[in-house]
Every structure is written in structure tokens, then in C-alpha cells.
């Protein structure tokens, strides 16, 4: 049976405001642990599905964002090989590799100290999301400057700060 998302919604929207705050979200979602949902990734995915641009999620906004935490649960579990309940840099390589992602070594280790909230050597799944979006959103522009296609660009000091500010991350 379908879950009701008109009922999720309700117990997501704390205040009964008709609309869901970064915080309300933070709360509702859950990342295996004892601490709070990443505010960072709840900011980001707000910013995703908010189409009218009032910072909040209506209902008819919060279908498209509850399914998407769902894909990445789902994605999140498949790449969790032993059931951990995180990610660890094996699991994450191969999650990355498997996106088509071709990165090194150094870089790994650069992800997991920038991601690993927990200093545990494991991302957990509100930190994987963050990484995969910021990942998505850094290459997506980075390839629209990499005409070639040779991952090689030449940006200028304020082309580079434009790329930069304009990104929605
Ligand atoms: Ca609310
Ligand atoms: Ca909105
Ligand atoms: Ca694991």
C-alpha cells in the first residue's frame, strides 16, 4: 500500500502552517544516528523543490522532494554492501564509480574529510546526499566550460567567481 502523502506531509508540517521550514524537514528526517539531520543537505533539497521561491515546501511541492529522499534511500541502501548503515570509502568509490565518476585516490580522501560529519571514517546518509549533489553540481559546471570534453577548462579570475557564486549549492 501507497503510503499517504497528504498524511507524511501533516506530520512533517510541525506547525500546521501549510508549509514546510528547513527546520521542520530537519526534524522529520532521519540519518541513522543520533544527531540531527545535516541542516546543509534539508537547505539544499529545499532549495531543489521550492518552484515558487518562498523558501518553504508547499504540498504540492512536497510529493517531488519525498520522493526524491526516497530514491536516495533506496540508492543509499544498495550501496551500503554490509548493512552498515553508512558509507565507508569503498562503498563510496564504488557508489561514485558506478555514477561514472572517474576520481582518485587523494581525492577520496579529500571527500571523506570534507563529508564525514562524524569523523568516523564513514558518511552517513545526510552527509551522501550533500557530497552527491555538490559533486553533481561542481561537474555539471565544470562541463558546461569543458567544451572539448578533454576535462581540462581555462577560466579567468572572474569567470572563476562567477562559476563560483552562481551555483545553487
Ligand atoms: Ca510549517
Ligand atoms: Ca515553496
Ligand atoms: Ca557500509
Not at 6 to 20: Q, T
Not at 81 to 110: H, K, M, Q, V, W
Request: proline residues 2%; glycine residues 8%; aromatic residues 12%.
Amino acid at each position: 500500500m501507497q503510503p499517504d502523502v497528504g498524511a507524511i506531509f501533516r506530520g512533517v508540517d510541525r506547525d500546521g502552517s501549510g508549509s514546510i521550514s528547513t527546520m521542520e524537514l530537519q526534524s522529520a528526517l532521519s540519518n541513522g544516528t543520533h544527531n540531527s539531520f545535516n541542516p546543509e543537505t534539508c537547505r539544499l533539497m529545499i532549495g531543489m523543490f521550492d518552484a515558487n521561491g518562498d523558501g518553504a515546501i508547499e504540498f504540492r511541492e512536497f510529493q517531488a522532494l519525498w520522493n526524491y529522499v526516497n530514491d536516495w534511500t533506496a540508492c543509499f541502501r544498495s550501496f551500503d554492501n554490509d548493512g552498515s548503515g553508512n558509507i565507508d570509502r569503498g562503498e563510496l568509490t564504488n557508489a561514485l564509480t558506478r555514477f561514472g565518476y572517474r576520481l582518485s585516490p587523494p581525492f577520496y580522501t579529500i571527500l571523506m574529510n570534507k563529508f564525514d560529519r562524524s569523523h568516523a571514517g564513514r558518511i552517513n546518509f545526510d552527509d551522501f546526499i550533500q557530497l552527491c549533489v555538490v559533486l553533481q553540481t561542481l561537474t555539471a559546471a565544470f562541463r558546461d566550460k569543458d567544451l572539448d570534453r578533454d576535462g581540462v577548462i581555462q577560466v579567468g579570475y572572474e569567470e572563476f567567481l562567477t562559476m563560483v557564486f552562481s551555483l545553487k549549492m
